[in-house]
């Protein structure tokens, strides 16, 4: 869901984290958000509220008093045009007065007067002593019950030089839970839930060695992201990659073939949450070793290399034609090819029963940041995408799912 146009309030206390605050106003100006930050005394000695302003090109809000005889009244007006609220970094301080419904600063006064159903979402920053303290998590825990979300802080290198839990999460995972908080208010995917593949899978030859491939994940990864923020359930499967799993999904880390097959099969099986769309970005080794050895391959002194067998993976999209309990799951599967690319795209289609299936050359697409694709339905029908970043391909990818998904 797009952030065009959506009030923000970004609401910053004073943490050192406060610094990577300044990232997320920048990400969601740019992204099109108003964002209307307000500022703690003690912020504002860590990040000038200038630094905010110049960012977002509106005031920053630091004092209760302001703007209190003129029409658009400070909190009062800040609260009434809410979308949605994100306190970062939210410090120990301000979690027990948002808490006690205490309205003695810009933030609390403003959040107290939010309108029920605004989303409120919290990033905590603190040291771990702090974090675990009885009282934070007393405080965490009566504003989650009263409909906040928590971005939880990561286990890291702390300001202070210690290491633990407290680190405030990145500003990009703070970025994807905003999109994510407003695709589940009305995305279109809201409600569905789709499982999706990414990665290359690896195939060990020996304890240190392995079959793999360029695949960087970035394609299935920007998938995920743009589902989740148009509200969708999203199971992200991933071989290893060195991209951080998208905020909000269920993620399952997987390396081998036989294990993805494992991990899609459960993820479909599971009878609290049927799938509705299985997209498999995945670039899957066909072949593995068969008897990968346990102990690292020397050189025998022969003067060969060694002759390594290989077997054949099984085709797991091509497997679940016919499995029972799938009924109406829309399938989506990626072409990787080096030539004639409609041609052996539209046979993969038909072979491995398909609704859809993304078409691409093998060669300029793995490992890069873009993409150019060409999208062949099961009724036939052809789009060409031209040349764009991988996110923009994917939300073209999922109007196609949306769209189908709307025909049924
Ligand atoms: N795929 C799969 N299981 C495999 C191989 C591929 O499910 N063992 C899926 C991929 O995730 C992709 C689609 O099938 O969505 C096509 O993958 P691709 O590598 O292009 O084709 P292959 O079926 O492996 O055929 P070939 O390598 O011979 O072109």
Known sequence: MSLKDKNILLGVAGGIAAYKVVQVARDLTVAGARVHVMMTPGATRFITPLTFQSLTRYPVHTEVWEYWTQEAQGHISLAREADLALIAPATA????????????????????????????????????????????????????????????????????????????????QLVSAVRLAFGRMGGDLHGKRLIITAGGTQENIDPVRYIGNRSSGQMGYALAEEALARGAEVTLISGPVKLAPPFGCNFV???STL???????????????????????AAVADFRPASPSEQKIKKDGSGQAPNIELVLNPDILAGLK????????????????????????????????????????????????DNEVTLIERSGMITNLERSPKRVVAGAILDKVVEILAKR
């Not at 974090?131 to 979300?149: C, D, K, M, N, S």
């Not at 097959?261 to 970005?281: F, R, S, Y």
């Not at 989506?332 to 609704?355: I, M, P, R, W, Y």
């Open 253 to 255: 880390g997987i390396t």
């Open 322 to 369: 016919g499995r029972p309990g799938l009924g109406g799951l829309l399938k989506v599967g990626f072409a990787a090819e080096t030539e004639d690319l409609t041609f052996n795209a539209e046979k993969k289609l038909q072979s491995k029963d398909l609704d859809l299936i993304v078409a691409n050359d093998a060669v300029t697409s793995i490992g890069q940041p």
């Open 259 to 281: 294990q993805l097959e494992q991990a899609v099969h459960q993820a479909l099986e599971n009878p609290a949450a049927k799938a509705d769309v299985l997209i498999m970005a």
């Open 93 to 172: 301080d301000i979690l027990a007065r948002l808490a006690l419904g205490l309205a003695d600063d810009i933030i609390t006064t403003t959040m107290l007067g939010l309108p029920p159903g605004v989303p409120v979402l919290l990033a905590p920053a603190m040291e771990t002593h702090m974090y675990e303290h009885p009282a934070t998590r007393q405080h965490l825990q009566t504003l989650v019950e009263r409909g906040a979300q928590v971005i939880e802080p990561g286990y890291g290198n702390l300001a202070s030089g210690a290491v633990g839990t407290g680190r405030m999460a990145d500003p990009a």
